[in-house]
């Protein structure tokens, strides 16, 4: 594919796909400012309706993937046109279409789109959450998008036990 005449979005898509982020800073740093970035981020689809995040976890491309998350103004959950997916139902796909010995590999793409604030309570077209299409063998994916789920629908009633500075060991101990 060449450079010359290529459009932005055209580039944008392309550098999803194939995980190329040379490409990426190019593109990012002719578009100027933030604002232009971000609404190149937000608007730019391809030919199914899918994001810039949805043909980047599709793919696996996580070091563009990671690049676009530190954008400011990034909408990190936009539902696809096909199948109403987010990009987290996304990589959840990308994952299971891995072999069974790459999927620790693989789940670093969701596990980035989680960090970065995905909702995994979000349900597409067929009503189901990222979890709920995760291949059932893959018990480490399940529960690292069951732990999410629960952070977001606990908020701030989540307790960090690792911070608990009370006295330590048992109550029989005390004489």
């Known amino acids: 594919m060449s450079d010359d005449g290529a459009s932005p979005r055209e580039l944008l898509l392309e550098a999803c796909r194939r995980n190329n982020t040379s490409l990426l800073t190019d593109l990012l740093k002719s578009l100027g400012s933030a604002e232009n970035v971000a609404r ?3 608007t730019a689809t391809d030919g199914v ?3 810039c995040l949805h043909v980047a976890a599709s793919y696996g491309s996580y070091e563009v993937l990671d690049m676009l998350l530190d954008q400011e103004g990034l909408e990190v959950d936009p539902v696809d046109r096909l199948e109403r997916d987010t990009p987290l139902h996304k990589a959840v796909r990308f994952v299971n279409g ?4 790459e999927w620790e590999a693989g789940a670093v ?3 980035l789109l989680l960090d970065a604030g995905a909702d995994p309570r979000t349900r597409n077209k067929a009503k189901l959450k990222p979890f ?3 291949d059932p063998r893959n018990t480490e994916l399940r529960k690292t ?4 789920e629960f952070a977001m629908m606990a908020g ?3 307790v960090d036990n690792d911070e608990d500075e009370g006295p330590t060991g ?6």
């Open 40 to 42: 190149l981020l937000n």
């Open 170 to 175: 048992s109550a029989s101990d005390s004489e």
């Open 156 to 158: 701030d009633d989540v």
């Open 109 to 111: 793409i969701v596990e």
């Open 132 to 134: 709920e299409l995760v």
């Open 98 to 101: 891995l072999g069974m010995e």
């Open 145 to 148: 998008l069951q732990k999410a």
């Open 49 to 51: 309706g899918g994001f």
